[in-house]
């Protein structure tokens, strides 16, 4: 099997005569849309009858921070996390005073993907408070993870066919009254261009 990265779907199917190709389709947010970025057989072994392929797919990219909560709100100020800036961030603050705050969107089974980098805000009073933010999907518990500062955690999570999102962050656990931001960087929502209305409308 020759290697197929960067080849278009219809390259490789002249490349492979006699072969069936199957293709799936993967959204990514920058790189070039329309090539191969997988194959299920590994180039340099034996080519046989069939391969799947995985497709890039140019993904449309709406920040969660654009649109308007059906219920609850989080603040939308630009954050910092290990020293990396989020311009399109959603905060919220923990203990002091805060207990924290759940936010709920109509997505409209638009999209594909939920994305966003979960940490405490560099500006944080305390580096001993933590807080559990937790993702739902209609309902369903997608996500769930306790936040502590100075660390960084990865969401990217399948929301196709979810008509509710709801974000929940709560206070796990306090230091005196110090207050903590917990932030969710840059979280976008992934769909395919053929599914996603333009203009996107999700209030």
């Given at each position: 099997?020759?290697d ?14 006699g072969?069936?190709?199957?293709e ?6 920058d790189?070039?849309?329309?090539t191969v970025i997988?194959?299920s ?5 034996p080519?046989g009858?069939?391969?799947t392929?995985?497709v890039?797919e ?20 630009a ?16 203990c ?10 109509n997505?409209g089974t ?8 979960v940490?405490?805000d560099?500006s944080?009073?305390?580096s001993?408070n933590?807080?559990?933010?937790e ?6 518990k997608?996500w769930?993870?306790t ?5 960084t ?14 974000i ?25 261009s053929?599914?996603?209305?333009s ?5």
């Amino acid at each position: 099997m020759p290697d197929l990265s960067g080849k278009t779907s219809g390259e490789v199917r002249a490349l492979l005569p006699g072969v069936t190709v199957t293709e799936k389709q993967s959204l990514v947010e920058d790189g070039a849309a329309g090539t191969v970025i997988a194959q299920s057989v590994k180039a340099g072994d034996p080519t046989g009858t069939a391969v799947t392929i995985t497709v890039a797919e140019q993904a449309v990219i709406q920040y969660v921070d654009e649109l308007t909560a059906v219920s609850g709100a989080f603040s939308k100020d630009a954050a910092t996390i290990k020293g990396k800036s989020y311009p399109h961030a959603v905060n919220q603050r923990i203990c002091g005073g805060d207990s924290g705050q759940t936010a709920s969107y109509n997505l409209g089974t638009y999209y594909r993907q939920l994305k966003a980098t979960v940490g405490q805000d560099d500006s944080s009073t305390s580096s001993t408070n933590t807080a559990l933010v937790e993702v739902f999907g209609d309902g369903k518990k997608l996500w769930s993870k306790t936040i502590a500062f100075g660390q960084t955690y990865d969401l990217d999570i399948d929301v196709t066919k979810v008509l509710r999102l709801e974000i929940k962050v709560n206070k796990s656990e306090c230091s005196g009254d110090e207050s903590s931001s917990v932030v969710l960087g840059n979280p976008r929502l992934l769909g395919l261009s053929s599914e996603v209305p333009s203009p996107t409308s999700t209030e």
